[in-house]
């Protein structure tokens, strides 16, 4: 059974290592090593983690006492992030954390979702009706990633 709660400072051990496992085994499929490496050193930014947790709408998914996503929400309507373990892929905890966001979005006021999401992500939210506005690079650390911009209109 998966339960839902908010993110707290207590967690981010576990929500970075998750973070660190998805991108290594999942993302890799889609990006290249030096990406995943760059990428995956993100799970070492505590402060970042620190500042995520205190200011946005950050939730977590657990199965007992395993965190097995999470999902955070930046300026009302911006979907910042999404990470599913990578032992508990297409079980349907990404559409949960969805789901759970996409309320917060409507409560939020707004009528419209936007994210910018991987490679591997786009299937995922392709199955949600999220509509491609374009193909981006975005830098990070000195890297640039390929990404796309999505949004969904309520
Ligand atoms: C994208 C992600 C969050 C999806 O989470 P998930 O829990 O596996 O997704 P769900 O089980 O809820 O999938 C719902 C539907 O989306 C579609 N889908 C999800 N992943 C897919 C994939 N890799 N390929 C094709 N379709 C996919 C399917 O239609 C799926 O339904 P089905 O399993 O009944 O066929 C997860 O794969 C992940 O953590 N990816 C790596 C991290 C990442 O790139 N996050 C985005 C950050 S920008």
Redesign the pocket.
Known sequence: MIQIRQAEITDIPEITALFRN??TH??SKDYSEKHISIWASGADDIDVWETRINKLYFILAEIDTTIV?FAYLKNGNYFD????HKD????????KLLRIIESQVMMNDFEVIKS???K??L??FD?KYYEIIKKQKKNFKGVTFE?FIVEKSF
């Open positions: 998805t991108i999942i993302n996503g992030g999404l990470f599913v508990y892929q297409r079980q349907g905890i990404g559409s910018d999401v991987s591997t992500a299937p995922f199955n990404n």
